[in-house]
């Protein structure tokens, strides 16, 4: 390993213009390609501290042994000539979006004498329109089809077209009309090239015009009684109709612009983008690509401009181009995307409108295809089993951890302390198994206290289910102190209920149940909830967490169990009593699987804790009034208006209300007086105070 100071320049040789740096490592190969406006400010951010930098960026400059620069007069030039290096040297440290496939497109050869349309997959040819990217090459053939009724161009081969001209014989498609068989000499080059220039305006967008001049040639037919060309006209109508259903307007005056949508996490991205012509979707694609480097959400965007056009020019590049976050230097990427264009190219983030709501759904779309990849990633048996291989070597087990459980505690700056615990076996969820937690001991925010008892509740029913299957014995480690207490005592300064932990997201018989639910059972041959233990006990968080659930574990005499905690910020993995942290290697499986386990814990507890903020917030003092539902509560609401107003009524005006007797009358008005009105809310904006809304509690 490197040190940076050791190749750092002086202070005075490096420019203070813009430019593009290299990083070489001892080979002389190029392993980070970046550019700058101030070359001086942006390099001296890699020679600070070590323990100051991003760890990726500590990775790269200390397997680096050199660096060098190239000046360049404008931003733009800097641009262009770092997305020139990542193509020619491949950097390992950069992020490079790679396709997960071979995108099919619908390309028209206008580079030959008689253009030809099929599908296209790979680098694109000079001389070809492309249109899409689409998501199947089904779905070009299906478009073709319906075409090519009204745009007869060629779509054979070269063999077979000369085939054809040899024979003097055109394919079934020149017999059945649905190719103007240029091969026999049926149409003159000039006229078949005015065809494919047809097909392809109408691909592009200019639909309008053919349908109409379709629709008037037809009554132009009816007219004159030519009722057979009538009904040829009307079913080219149709077709072009169809083709065009195929891709529904999104966006109005026929806008050409592409979405980009960026989902991430600390270790992947993916990328989506739809390719809009004409306000119509003609094309899809995306990239999931590792992030190798500290790059944001501005910086994924950014190298996704130059992955998509790099190598474009012209139309391909469109008038619009809508991201979720500017580049850092937004007027240089605009600006390079209209020199390859040759017009204006507007860069911007959608605000409002349809532009907006599409965004969203490109956003969905990147969303799921993160997750399919990771599952994807996750259902492979061959690396699920190399993940649990690497954990277990990783922190030293004597098996592979087949059963983990993993904690997680959140909260909104105290409020509604909740915890979860989530089980993966074999590499996979366990949904069933879920479980989830309010703090009950305490109230505040406090993650470590909070974990110590999680941890504790849940080991402590472990125990509690052993011995009431016979299954507990003393374990012969512990201490005499710890021998002499029952399964269900724990030690510690802070006395733990040792009442049955909360569980399950809903009371649903086949998945996790509330608190009331989880008492002990009979035994009735089924597994019980907590019955059996994981073999690796992972927390969200560092060391703190990781002492305070082994702390836990130690009070109730388990052993046999390993803990780690993975913290989110570095992905660095903690165990007990070690003062440096266990780093995977990032390509690592295990780490991989650590991390969707952990993620996992903090989308499950997070969901309870809006749950639980949500239902509190909905709350109204009429909760509180036995035998009064939900009908009537709306009904004394509608009458008076507002709760603040039931307060203030007399219990004759309450029993004016249809369906309400005196005797609740009276508790209404018992349950009323008993709570105290929370203050009114302030509209720090107009100084305007705001009232208690329909349901009683302020926001």
Not at 114 to 124: D, L, N, S, T, W
Not at 395 to 416: K, M, N, V, W, Y
Not at 586 to 607: C, M, N, P, V
């Amino acid at each position: 390993m490197a040190d940076p100071s050791s190749y750092r320049p002086k202070p005075g040789q490096i420019p203070d213009s813009p430019g593009v740096y290299k990083f070489r490592d001892e080979h002389r190969r190029v392993i980070y390609v970046g550019k700058a406006k101030n070359l001086r400010q942006r390099l001296a951010n890699y020679f600070q501290d070590l323990a100051g930098l991003h760890p990726r960026t500590r990775t790269m400059v200390t397997t680096a042994a050199s660096v060098e620069w190239t000046v360049v007069s404008t931003e733009v030039e800097a641009l262009q000539l770092e997305y020139s290096w990542i193509k020619e040297y491949d950097p390992r440290f950069n992020v490079k979006y790679r396709d997960d496939k071979s995108y099919p497109y619908l390309a028209v050869t206008l580079n030959e004498e008689f253009p030809r349309v099929q599908v296209m997959r790979g680098a694109k040819k000079k001389g070809v329109r492309y249109f899409g990217p689409y998501g199947h090459a089904w779905a070009i053939r299906e478009t073709v089809d319906l075409m090519l009724r009204v745009f007869p161009v060629r779509t054979c081969s070269a063999g077979v077209f000369k085939n054809a001209a040899r024979t003097g014989r055109p394919c079934l498609l020149g017999y059945i009309g649905k190719c103007s068989a240029p091969c026999v000499a049926r149409v003159t080059p000039e006229e078949h090239r005015e065809l494919a220039d047809d097909f392809c305006d109408f691909m592009a967008g200019r639909t309008g015009a053919y349908i109409r001049r379709l629709e008037k040639d037809m009554t132009a037919a009816a007219e004159e009684m030519e009722y057979e060309r009538a009904a040829r006209l009307r079913d080219d109508a149709e077709a072009l109709k169809r083709a065009m259903e195929k891709s529904a307007v999104v966006l109005a005056d026929a806008t050409d612009a592409d979405l980009i949508a960026v989902a991430e996490d600390e270790l992947e991205a993916a990328v989506q983008i739809f390719h809009v012509r004409g306000g119509r979707v003609r094309g899809q694609r995306g990239w999931v690509t590792d992030k190798v480097e500290n790059v944001d959400t501005s910086g994924l965007v950014e190298h996704a401009l130059q992955q998509l056009y790099g190598e474009e020019a012209g139309d391909a590049v469109p008038k619009e181009v809508l991201v979720p976050a500017l580049p850092e230097d937004p007027d240089a990427v605009s600006q390079w995307l209209a020199d390859r264009r040759g017009s204006q190219v507007s860069l911007r983030i959608p605000q409002r409108g349809d532009k907006k709501d599409l965004m969203a759904t490109v956003q969905r779309n990147a969303l799921q295809a993160l997750g399919l990849h990771k599952t994807k990633r996750a259902s492979d048996l061959t690396t699920r089993s190399r993940a649990l291989e690497e954990i277990s070597e990783a922190l030293g087990l004597d098996t592979a951890p087949l059963r983990i459980e993993c904690f997680d505690i959140s909260h909104l700056q105290g409020d509604d302390v909740v915890a979860s615990m989530v089980v993966f076996e074999d590499g996979l969820a366990r949904k069933g198994e879920y479980r989830r937690f309010q703090i009950k001991t305490f109230e505040g925010q406090d993650d470590v206290r909070s974990m110590h008892e999680v941890i504790g509740r849940r080991f402590r029913r472990y125990l509690h289910e052993k011995e009431h299957t016979g299954e507990w014995e003393e374990n012969p480690a512990q201490t005499p102190e710890q021998a002499s207490r029952t399964p269900g005592q724990a030690s510690g300064p802070a006395p733990v209920p040792t009442g049955p932990a909360p569980t399950g997201p809903v009371p649903a018989p086949t998945g996790p149940t509330p608190d009331s639910a989880a008492e002990p059972r009979e035994d009735d041959g089924r597994p019980k909830r907590f019955a059996y233990p994981p073999q690796l006990l992972v927390v969200d968080g560092g060391q703190p967490q990781v002492a305070a659930a082994k702390r836990a574990l130690d009070e109730l005499g388990i052993d046999d169990i390993a803990v780690c905690g993975l913290a989110k910020r570095l992905e660095e993995v903690w165990l007990p009593d070690d003062d440096d942290p266990v780093v995977l290697p990032r390509s690592s499986e295990g780490l991989y699987l650590l991390q969707r386990i952990r993620d996992e814990a903090h989308r499950f507890a997070i969901t309870y804790q809006r749950a639980k903020r949500a239902k509190r917030v909905r709350s109204s003092p009429l909760d509180d009034v036995a035998g009064l539902g939900d009908t009537r509560k709306q009904a004394l609401i509608k009458h008076f208006g507002s709760v603040k107003k039931l307060r203030q009524a007399t219990i004759d005006e309450i029993c004016e209300v249809p369906g309400i007797g005196r005797r609740t009358a009276e508790s209404v008005a018992v349950a009323l007086a008993s709570t105290t009105p929370a203050a009114p809310a302030v509209n720090t904006a107009t100084g305007e105070i705001i009232e208690e809304d329909d349901g009683g509690s302020t926001t």
